[in-house]
């Protein structure tokens, strides 16, 4: 009698544990991490199947309408490339890992957009401009919105394997430059 309750137990625990996915205590940490263990793999399907699983972590994370906000203990960073900024946090510390992929969120405009943002989702002249005009490096605080994008490697986002970069589509909803 016994053992047949701890068997019932073993498999209610195995079926449950299988139809939630647990995550690390960063989802989004582990997300890279898994993108950059398969960027160092050599065998295609495992670098795949990391992928795949770091593409599902981040679905959870970076979902459409997520609103993130910049309000000084983290801020956004213009990035070198067109149209991108980075989010940056005190106290964290960014792994020295040349797999470690490079994090971006791009906004879409009227004159600079991919196929499948909607229009509805452009980011306002006005602000995009204020974006534009600053240079690379500035920070800035403000909020973004999250959009999804039908045509990505998730629900949000596309990674680029060549480059190691992940790109979350998002409108600009407030930015305010920073004096340095």
């Known amino acids: 009698m016994r053992v047949r309750v701890c068997v019932c137990w073993a498999t209610a625990f195995l079926i449950w544990g299988s139809l939630f996915q647990v995550y690390a ?3 989004k940490q582990e997300a890279l ?6 960027r160092a793999e050599e065998c295609r399907v495992c670098r795949e199947r990391l992928q795949e699983k770091a593409f599902k972590i981040l679905d959870h994370v970076y979902y459409p309408d997520l609103e993130i906000a910049a309000d000084g203990a983290c801020v956004f960073v213009k990035s070198d490339l067109e149209n991108q900024l980075i989010l940056t946090c005190r106290n964290e510390d960014k792994p020295e890992d040349p797999n470690y992929p490079m994090l971006t969120f791009l906004f879409h405009t009227q ?4 196929v499948g943002i ?3 989702d452009y980011t ?3 602000l995009a401009q204020s974006f534009i ?15 999804s994008y039908p045509y990505g490697d998730g629900d949000a ?24």
Do not use: W, Y
């Open 118 to 120: 909607d229009p509805k």
């Open 157 to 180: 986002f596309n990674f680029h394997p060549s480059a190691n970069h992940l790109q979350i589509h998002c409108q600009l909803m407030e930015v305010k430059i920073l004096a340095e």
């Open 33 to 38: 991490d898994l993108l950059a263990e398969a």
């Open 124 to 126: 306002p002249e006005g």
């Open 111 to 114: 004159d600079k957009h991919l």
């Open 133 to 147: 005009q600053a240079p690379p490096g500035a920070r800035f605080t403000g909020a973004i919105r999250v959009l």
């Open 25 to 27: 205590e960063d989802p």
